[in-house]
């Protein structure tokens, strides 16, 4: 198949992209298959790469891709196109099978990219429209979650406009430290990554990390700092999701905020499988398809989980539909605890996108 593997894009994680499809282009079997390298600049111009890029990731394990903005090298995507002529670059076609997005957070996870790969009739990775805009919003996906009777962390959503209300802000302000009590945390509710995420202690630090999160997002999530495990599983599939080995990150920080995932190279540790008993495994993973076939996802996601210290109780915490996938992410590893290496899992992935196209397909459009 000719795969295109799509990365970078407007979004506070586009870095994380890089590492992640490089990652995924080097282990895409090049006997097989061919791969197109479509970078998406942080101002949201497309370009085709050369194929030198891939042949030097592919022979250093430890280079990773980059965006090189040439204008003849411009794509444009043409709307119904379909595999043979969606992508188009200075007048030409380039036929793709399938389309893997490697696009982290805003533009990438939020269904905006699913609804063009839609509209030009393109098999792609991962879930639907509808699936990856609620698994992006915090709060959609907590209000589905606990409408199935499923176990989340209790917590108050606040937009800017009400933020920006002095009467309201109060208000809201009030709400949350009476329902939820300090120490709380803040997260932006669409942004992924630990993005704009915080610890408040008091009024006045609740004030200051409301303020910087809503410069990622217009609205933002309040809950209280649960000292917890953070376990997270692997899920992949269509109609039949399959959940895999759980694993457990150990921060050395006090969260699993951006520096202990990208920066700090000490940041935390991964434990593979995550050191709970049977019962809670099986839980684990029972939940995690659960949480998955709520958002009526596909292709693969990574369910994050609170396992509070003091109680034992679990929560579900959130959903990744595009997680890292570093050659040191958890969801790969994850899966490969569980027998699938992760060059198959590249191409399950693949032929999961496949099938739900051709599924897809199969559905009427039109009465006459």
């Known amino acids: 198949m000719t795969i295109a593997v799509i990365y970078g894009g407007k979004s506070g994680e586009h870095e994380v992209s890089l590492v992640s499809a490089s990652s995924i282009a080097r282990n895409i079997p090049a006997d097989k298959n061919q791969v197109t390298l479509i970078g998406i600049t942080k101002t949201g111009m497309w370009y085709l790469q050369d194929e030198s890029m891939l ?3 592919r022979s250093n394990p430890k280079a990773n891709l980059s965006i090189i903005e040439n204008k003849s090298k411009l794509i444009s995507v043409i709307p119904g196109g379909g595999p043979s002529s969606a992508f188009s670059c200075g007048g030409k ?3 793709v ?3 893997f997005p490697v696009l982290h957070g805003t533009f990438g996870e939020d269904g905006t990219i699913q609804g063009l790969f839609e509209m030009a009739d393109l098999p792609y990775v991962g879930g639907g429209v509808m699936a990856s805009a609620i ?8 209000v589905l979650w606990l409408a199935a009777g499923l176990p989340v962390v209790p917590f ?4 800017m406009a009400d933020w920006l209300n002095e009467g309201e802000k109060r208000n809201l302000l009030q709400k949350a430290e009476r329902d939820l009590s300090y120490p709380l945390f803040v997260k932006p509710a669409c942004a992924g990554s630990s993005v704009g995420a915080a610890k408040a202690s008091n009024r006045e630090e609740f004030e200051k990390r409301a303020t910087e999160a809503f410069q990622w997002d217009d609205k933002i999530i309040v809950e209280p700092f649960i000292p917890a495990r953070e376990i997270e599983c692997s899920v992949t599939g ?3 999701p399959v959940a895999y080995t759980p694993g ?3 921060p050395t920080h006090e969260f699993y905020d951006y520096e202990a995932k990208y920066t700090d190279p000490n940041g935390a540790s991964l434990k593979i499988p995550a050191d709970i008993d049977e019962q809670m495994t099986k839980r684990v993973r029972a939940i995690a398809v659960q949480a998955y076939r709520t958002l009526d996802l596909s292709g693969l996601s990574r369910v994050d989980f609170f396992i509070d210290k003091r109680n034992q109780n679990l929560y579900l915490n959130e959903i990744n539909t595009i997680p890292g996938f570093t050659s040191i992410s958890m969801f790969p590893k994850m899966c490969e605890a569980s027998g699938l290496p992760y060059a198959d899992l590249v191409i399950k992935l693949v032929h999961l ?3 739900r196209f051709d599924e897809r397909r199969s559905l009427r459009t039109s009465r006459s």
Do not use: L, Q, R, Y
């Open 93 to 95: 076609s380039i036929p």
């Open 353 to 355: 996108a496949k099938a």
């Open 156 to 159: 108050v959503s606040i937009k």
């Open 97 to 99: 099978d399938v389309v």
């Open 135 to 142: 698994a992006m919003d915090k709060e959609k996906t907590k």
């Open 248 to 250: 457990e990150i150990i």
């Open 55 to 57: 042949d030097t990731v």
């Open 238 to 240: 269509n109609e039949a």
